[in-house]
């Protein structure tokens, strides 16, 4: 929950925005038939200590019940709605997508994080395909470019490639830890040195010396990435990242999406494809999702499923580090002279019936308004034109309308 309650016009205008960031991504998530659900505020820190990859416990807020049973304040939702999927099916019946919108409390390293924040995320329960993976990541670039940003930067791994080269060499728990953080922050100089110091075969050295450097075109950045692979697997993963990224290009995504195999699962439960968003001038992600596969199985079901989730709190701050994403854009502005004032109006009641988000203004004021739009209508006493993407389409109907705008839906704006 965002709250201040030292309110002043600043304080107004911050709280608008975040109201403003929850419309936007509750009404994308249900574009794409999410259903919207809810988990306890208050959790059993047993459910998170039963995961064997799970939050931080460091991180976790505790408090004791009445009945002395140590609770958490929730700190993540895709655990709790695992878990209580696990409880009703121990397979999936069908596939499932559902959505949140809700507060997380956790005790962040970074100074600028509080304890409470907002976290909206999807969670698609469904089999392990290339599509479907596409789809999601497709949906988190959708909500960003609904939010405003326009330098959007996805960034596509897979746990299982990272695994692989793990699983051909003997590290303890902390040397492993070490050498994740090295590629992490990228520490190119102290990768080579602290895996000599260790029992690592030369070859695999080269190979995790290469990780951080394999970034970049999904394409060249998988063909280098094949000199280092040590097993059938990871042959495979390289060409499923690739299957994926090509379904990416038919939503449009192409400029948006780079491969990193690089990333590591922060998220322990992440088994296959993991991805994290980034907007201009922010210096750290702004959503980071994954396929979890295998969480279900903690809980004695098999419930593979993917998600992603983002923070709304760190949304509104970058956002005010760019300037183009000063205002949420509204679904649709008319311009209109001044022979067709009562056809606007009708148009605009006719658009807001079917929930678009409209303003309507005489063609004079629309220097003045800086509100941003996806789509635009031009309307003259001879005329009527749609405006998308810097294309125009004439319609002399709604209903020729609407297939204009159903149309537009069927790619990712850019």
Do not use: W
Not at 93 to 115: A, F, G, I, T
Not at 207 to 233: H, M, N
């Amino acid at each position: 929950m965002y709250t201040d309650y030292n309110a002043n016009d600043e304080i107004v205008k911050d709280y608008q925005k975040y109201e403003r960031m929850i419309k936007t991504i509750n009404k994308r998530f249900k574009t794409y038939g999410y259903e919207r659900i809810k988990t306890p505020t208050f959790e059993q820190y047993d459910m998170y200590a039963q995961v064997t990859s799970s939050i931080n416990r460091k991180e976790m807020v505790k408090t004791i019940d009445g009945d002395g049973e140590v609770l958490v304040l929730r700190p993540d939702v895709t655990i709790p709605i695992t878990k209580q999927l696990a409880d009703n099916y121990t397979t999936l019946p069908h596939e499932l997508r559902y959505y949140y919108v809700q507060d997380v409390y956790r005790q962040s390293q970074l100074e600028d994080e509080e304890v409470e924040r907002t976290q909206a995320g999807v969670e698609y329960f469904c089999d392990s395909t290339p599509e479907a993976d596409a789809e999601v990541i497709a949906l988190a670039c959708h909500t960003l470019k609904d939010l405003g940003f326009r330098n959007i930067k996805i960034e596509l791994g897979h746990a299982g490639f990272f695994q692989e080269l793990i699983e051909k060499g003997s590290f303890t728990e902390r040397q492993l830890m070490q050498l994740k953080n090295l590629i992490q922050t990228k520490n190119i100089v102290e990768i080579e040195p602290f895996l000599q110091r260790l029992d690592i075969a030369e070859d695999l050295i080269a190979a995790f010396v290469k990780i951080p450097l394999l970034y970049g075109d999904p394409v060249k950045i998988s063909e280098r990435a094949r000199d280092i692979t040590k097993t059938v697997k990871m042959e495979g993963t390289l060409d499923y990242l690739l299957e994926v990224y090509d379904i990416l290009r038919l939503y449009g995504l192409e400029d948006n999406i780079v491969m990193d195999l690089g990333l590591i699962n922060r998220m322990g439960y992440y088994s296959d494809i993991i991805f994290q968003g980034f907007v201009e001038k922010f210096g750290r992600p702004v959503l980071m999702g994954g396929r979890y596969n295998y969480l279900g199985n903690e809980f004695g079901a098999a419930l593979p499923a993917i998600g992603f989730a983002c923070t709304v709190e760190s949304l509104m701050k970058a956002a005010k580090t760019d300037l183009t994403t000063r205002r949420t854009p509204v679904d649709v502005k008319i311009s209109y002279d001044e022979n067709s004032l009562k056809e606007s109006i009708v148009l605009a009641n006719e658009l807001r019936e079917r929930n678009y988000t409209v303003i309507s203004n005489p063609a004079n004021k629309e220097m003045v308004d800086a509100q941003p739009s996806i789509y635009q209508i031009i309307m003259t006493q001879n005329e009527q034109v749609f405006v998308y993407n810097e294309v125009s389409y004439y319609f002399d109907s709604i209903q020729a309308l609407l297939k204009l705008m159903n149309g537009a839906k069927g790619a990712v704006m850019n």
